[in-house]
C-alpha cells in the first residue's frame, strides 16, 4: 500500500497504532471501513443493541470539531443511540472491541437517546463535545497507552476547567475504587452510630483519610502529567509553527513519547523522528503528514 493510502486513512481516524505492522493495519482498515456492513450479518446478537436498527452517520459539525482537534473525521464509525449500561452522568462511550484474538480490532459510538433529539444533556454535557472525546478514543484504538488517554481526549472540551480537572482519574477503576471506599466507610459510620459506639468511631476516624489522600495523590499526579504533556507541546512546537498541528501530533504519540519529548532539544528530537520513520509504520505517516517540510 503506497503511503498516501495511508495519509488518507489516518485522515479518517485509522491510525497505525505502536509497533503495529502494515499488513496488520490495512487488515484492521479494510474491516472498520466495511464494519456498518458486518454489523447485521456478523455482530448479530453480540452488541448490547438492536442491530436491525441501522446505525446513524455523525453530522458534518461533529466531524468539523475532531478534524480541527485531531486531524481525522471518522466518517466510518457507526453510532447507536441507546442508554444501554450507561451511568446517569455518561453522555455516551466509545465500543472498541475484538470479535476474537485473530480478528482485527474496530470500534462504534454509543450515545445517549436524548442525543438524538437535542444537542445537551443535563444542561452540562453537549453532544458534539462527548462524540468529539469518545471519536478521540477511537483514532487510538491501537495504542495501549493509559498515562495520557484521557488528557488527549479532553483537549476537544471548550471548557478550560475540565480540559484541567477531566483527566484526573485515568481509568474506570479509579472512579470505582474511590465511591466504594467512600461507601464503605459512610456504612461504617452508620453502623457506628447505630449502636452508639461513639468510642470506636472516634478510634476508626483514620479511616476517612484513605479518600483523602487517593485524591491528593490523583491531584499530584495530574499535575505532573500536564507538566509533561506542556514540555512535549513546547519542544514540537520548535519544529511545528501551527498550534493546531502541534495538537495533531500530540494525539498520535505513546506515553513515553509524550514525556521524553519534554527533554529532548530539536536536534535530538529531529534525530528520533528520523530512527523511527525508518522502522515504524506510525512515524512513516507522521513525517510524511506533519513533518516532510522539516527535513
Known amino acids: 500500500m503506497e503511503i498516501k493510502k495511508f495519509i488518507e486513512l489516518d485522515k479518517r481516524g485509522l491510525i497505525p497504532g505502536p509497533g503495529e505492522s502494515e499488513e496488520a493495519f490495512a487488515k484492521r482498515a479494510a474491516y472498520c471501513l466495511s464494519l456498518k456492513d458486518f454489523l447485521k450479518s456478523t455482530l448479530e446478537g453480540k452488541i448490547p443493541f438492536d442491530s436491525k436498527e441501522a446505525p446513524l452517520d455523525l453530522s458534518e459539525q461533529d466531524m468539523e470539531r475532531v478534524d480541527k482537534q485531531y486531524g481525522i473525521r471518522p466518517d466510518w464509525v457507526p453510532v447507536f443511540f441507546s442508554n444501554t449500561r450507561l451511568t446517569p452522568w455518561h453522555g455516551g462511550c466509545a465500543w472498541i472491541f475484538q470479535m476474537d484474538e485473530s480478528s482485527p480490532t474496530a470500534a462504534f459510538l454509543q450515545l ?65 475504587l474511590f465511591v466504594f471506599l467512600l461507601f464503605v466507610i459512610f456504612l461504617f459510620d452508620l453502623f457506628l452510630f447505630w449502636h452508639g459506639d461513639y468510642g470506636s468511631y472516634q478510634n476508626w476516624m483514620w479511616l476517612k483519610t484513605i479518600p483523602l489522600v487517593l485524591a491528593f495523590i490523583g491531584v499530584v499526579r495530574l499535575v505532573v502529567r500536564h507538566w509533561q504533556f506542556k514540555k512535549c507541546s513546547n519542544t514540537l512546537s520548535r519544529l511545528i509553527s501551527n498550534p493546531c498541528t502541534v495538537k495533531q501530533v500530540l494525539y498520535r504519540l505513546t506515553d513515553q513519547e509524550i514525556i521524553s519529548f519534554g527533554s529532548m532539544d530539536k536536534q535530538s528530537l529531529i534525530s528520533y523522528i528520523k530512527e523511527m520513520e525508518a522502522s515504524a509504520l506510525r512515524w512513516r505517516v507522521l513525517v510524511k503528514r506533519y513533518f516532510s517540510d522539516i527535513y
Open 112 to 176: 445517549r437517546k436524548s442525543f438524538f433529539f437535542s444537542d445537551q444533556y443535563l444542561k452540562v454535557l453537549r453532544k458534539e463535545e462527548v462524540v468529539a472525546h469518545e471519536l478521540a478514543h477511537v483514532g487510538r484504538m491501537c495504542f495501549e497507552e493509559p498515562k495520557f488517554e484521557e488528557f488527549l481526549a479532553y483537549q476537544s472540551s471548550s471548557a478550560v476547567w475540565r480540559r484541567y480537572l477531566g483527566p484526573l482519574v485515568q481509568s474506570t477503576w479509579e472512579s470505582m
